[in-house]
Nanobody
């Protein structure tokens, strides 16, 4: 599966932004989808993940209550709605896909999008 993330941009603290990740292929619904982010000088970290059907979601503590992951299998797209953005959310955001239900572990995500920059000004 090929992934392309988009929707990033420059926003102010407290603003909202929605990221999208479009997937190619007909088997999108078979993949667990995740969002990760990487800030300058830091390791890539887990942000959110969603099960094949969308019935289960998982979040990093740092974004819980502010971010919402969702998917539309008919459109082969996964979304990340980000509300109440903080300066610390500034990073390159990546979408990723995996075949097994180990949602939060970065290892095992076999397919990655190219990343989209989110910059939050304080």
């Amino acid at each position: 599966v090929q992934l392309q993330a988009y929707g990033g941009g420059l926003v102010q603290a407290g603003d909202s932004l929605r990221l999208s990740c479009a997937a190619s292929g007909r088997t999108f619904s078979r993949y667990v989808m995740g969002w990760f982010r990487q800030a300058p000088g830091k390791e890539r970290e887990f942000v959110a993940a969603i099960s094949w059907s969308g019935g289960s979601t998982y979040y990093a503590d740092s974004v819980k209550g502010r971010f919402t992951i969702s998917r539309d299998n008919a459109k082969n797209t996964v979304y990340l709605q980000m509300n109440s953005l903080k300066f610390g959310d500034t990073a390159v955001y990546y979408c990723a896909a995996r075949n097994d239900p180990y949602y939060t572990a970065i290892n095992g995500y076999n397919y990655w999008g190219q990343g989209t920059q989110v910059t939050v000004s304080s």
